[in-house]
């Protein structure tokens, strides 16, 4: 996590690297800060903010400084609390070298108590400072900054990128690149570094993706790439074919809402780009904000674009997905998609437990990698560890420069648009419509369903989008007037499901955890009377998702008879026709059927819309949670 913007060139930095940093919000916002180089003084100016909820705002609003090279940071507290001292940039003693830092050094306390034994003042409780004290050691000892750098990196374990800034070299970027992702911006007389192109995007289009284990120095007009052995390495500067698009919240309050309410357009843009995409059609669908889409050869296959041959589609007798968060809850429901639509047997994996298990190659198996954003550390370690055994592997990401796009053997972006509001509403719909549409796709090509039935999946991705939004606008009015305000004083709720609403149940109570801060566990339903029963009362809501399958819709009847017969208190999202289970229930949402596989679908949006309401009464800084960043690049 954390955000780096750095800038060296003929003009003033300081809009160009505070803007770009606003731009890398979504990577953590506990603190920021800005160095420049005073040229005139020979020295640093800097400042820093942390605490609340904006302080990139605060920052930029009070800097008034200003010079040709400089850098700034967003933080994530990984080490130390979130205060000024343990803001970015970190400097050495006498604050000649001032560094920023996006990753974890692994060992730190022992590094600190060998900078301590050295005599250095270590002033704040992170272990980036720590590079800070450490790199003006080698600059001392050798007498050039190539061979400094090979030194400084042989004592650093972990995974990051580093830029340093030294007063002594005023138009140099010193960047630092392991296991953690930094792009390099090429423009007229100027360069930047970023932990991700938007930052510079509305300046340059002209990046160099360092390689992993290299480090560069950058200049206003050079790029000089080495590996750690201090080997040059050729690298060649890719013309990205997209641009930045300032994105404002329109007439809602709050991004979320926004997002929410553009599901139905996303899906549908989804199934148009994966029509286009699968060749069945001519029909040309707009896709996307240029930013985020993916610039796609049409003309190819999906199979080929997906980096398989036809023959290990029609082969495959594994598939398994690896994810994180809302991903992965998005991945569990598309289990219930490839095992029941392909009759493939389908394994799905938290990226954060897979890397530490045993891993067994398969022959005719494909990993599928699902992320908003492709860049979550723990999915691209996995991803790592997979293409090492040379199996296929496909990425589903929301943004096609990402490093897990780059990394994977073949990719299906989603068409979601910039998701900002750092809980997941529509990345989650789309993914689920993209694995729906796959998995729909796979079954076609192996002969299990007919092109109509392929059609007909699709226009049923498009009747479960609308449903997902008429449902907001039926409950809209009870939601804001009467439900949110009653459901606010709950301090804890137990969510149900079963089956294929088990994982939206899951999706359900982190969606309320994350932006209300209510405590909320989720249950497979069929566990309860094996232990979780004895903490209902009728102050804890437990809430059920219902299914499209009259035998699992029974089993579920019973546990909601379950609650019932202990006075808990009960929410059901019930289809239409569950009579007995809506006539229970102390509040029911009922949501017009759909094809029982895109149930959790359909029932998304009113689920987050009212969750949104819930944490709205509370008055919590929704699109901006405590503690939690879009984009998780620390393990
Ligand atoms: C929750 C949420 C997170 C992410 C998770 C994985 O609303 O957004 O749980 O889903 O951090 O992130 P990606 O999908 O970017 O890999």
């Known amino acids: 996590m954390c955000g780096i913007v750095a800038y060296t060139g003929k003009s003033l930095c300081r809009n160009l690297v505070l803007g770009g940093l606003a731009r890398l919000e979504y990577r953590g916002y506990d603190s920021a800060g800005f160095v420049c180089i005073d040229q005139k003084h020979g020295q640093f100016s800097f400042d820093k903010e942390a605490g609340g909820s904006s302080p990139i705002e605060r920052l930029t609003d009070k800097i008034h400084f200003d010079g040709t090279a400089g850098m700034a940071h967003t933080r994530w507290a990984t080490h130390g609390m979130v205060d000024i001292k343990n803001a970015h940039p970190h400097f050495n003693c006498n604050k000649t070298i001032a560094v920023v830092h996006n990753g ?76 953690s992702s930094i792009v390099i911006g090429i423009g007229n007389d100027e360069a930047f570094v970023a932990s991700d192109f938007i930052a510079f995007a509305d300046r340059t289009n002209r990046v160099v993706f360092m390689p992993d284990d290299t480090f560069a120095f950058v200049h206003h007009d050079t790029v ?14 890719q013309t990205l ?63 080929r674009q997906l980096g398989l041959s036809v023959e290990q589609v029609v082969g495959l007798r594994h598939i398994n997905l690896v994810s994180a968060g809302t991903s992965w809850h998005a991945a569990s429901i598309a289990q219930f998609f490839f095992e029941m639509i392909c009759k493939i047997p389908t394994r799905v994996f938290l990226a954060s437990e897979f890397r530490y298990m045993p891993f067994f190659p398969e022959q005719d198996s494909v990993y599928i990698v699902v992320s908003q954003s492709g860049e979550t550390a723990d999915t691209l370690e996995a991803l790592r560890l997979i293409n090492s055994h040379n199996v296929p592997t496909i990425a589903i990401t929301n943004v096609a420069s990402s490093s897990i796009v780059r990394e994977a053997g073949g990719f299906l972006p989603m068409q979601a648009g910039p ?9 989650f719909s789309t993914q689920l419509a993209t694995l729906y549409w796959l998995a729909n796709r796979i079954a076609l090509e192996r002969g299990l369903i007919t092109t109509e039935e392929m059609y007909n999946a699709e226009e049923q991705l ?3 989008a609308e449903v997902l939004e008429s449902t907001i606008e039926m409950y809209k009015f009870r939601i804001i007037q009467d439900l949110a305000p009653k459901y606010m004083h709950y301090s804890h709720f137990i969510f149900l499901g079963r ?32 232990g979780p029963i004895a903490l209902i009362d009728e102050h804890t809501p437990v809430v059920i998702f219902s299914v499209l399958d009259d035998l699992l819709y029974r089993k579920l009847l019973s546990n909601a008879y379950e609650v019932k017969a202990r006075n808990g208190h009960l929410v059901v999202f019930a289809f239409e026709g569950q009579d007995e289970l809506i006539s229970m229930a102390d509040t029911a949402f009922v949501i017009p059927p759909v094809t029982p596989l895109l149930g959790p679908l359909a029932m998304t949006g009113l689920m987050q819309f009212f969750i949104y309401h819930i944490t709205r009464q509370l008055g919590m800084p929704i699109d901006k949670p405590r503690n939690l960043a879009k984009s998780v690049t620390v393990e």
């Open 104 to 179: 974890i050094i692994e060992g730190h306390e022992a590094l600190r108590e060998q900078i301590l034994a050295r005599g250095h003042q270590v002033v704040s409780t992170t272990d980036s400072e720590l590079a800070a004290h450490l790199f003006n050691d080698e600059v001392e000892q050798h007498k050039d900054l190539k061979s400094a750098v090979i030194a400084f990196v042989s004592q650093i374990r972990g995974a990051f990128a580093f830029v340093f800034l030294l007063v002594e070299h005023p138009g140099t970027l010193i960047v630092i690149r392991h296991r």
């Open 224 to 237: 000089e790439i080495y590996d750690f052995l201090g080997r040059p390495i050729p690298y060649s500067i």
């Open 241 to 303: 074919d997209q641009s930045y698009v300032e994105i404002d919240k329109g007439v809602f309050e709050h991004f979320m809402l926004k997002e929410i309410y553009e599901q139905k357009r996303a899906i549908n843009r989804t199934i148009g780009f994966c029509k286009m995409l699968g060749n069945q059609s001519s029909e040309v669908f707009p896709h996307g904000n240029d930013q985020w889409a993916a610039p796609l050869d049409f003309n190819d296959s999906i199979w």
């Open 419 to 427: 998701e900002i509001s750092v809980a997941s509403t529509k990345v």
């Open 462 to 464: 498009c009747v479960a």
């Open 499 to 530: 089956h294929i609403s088990y994982p939206f149940a899951l999706e359900a109570s982190l969606k309320l955890k994350e932006i209300s801060y209510i405590f909320a566990q989720c249950y497979p339903a069929g566990e309860l009377k094996h």
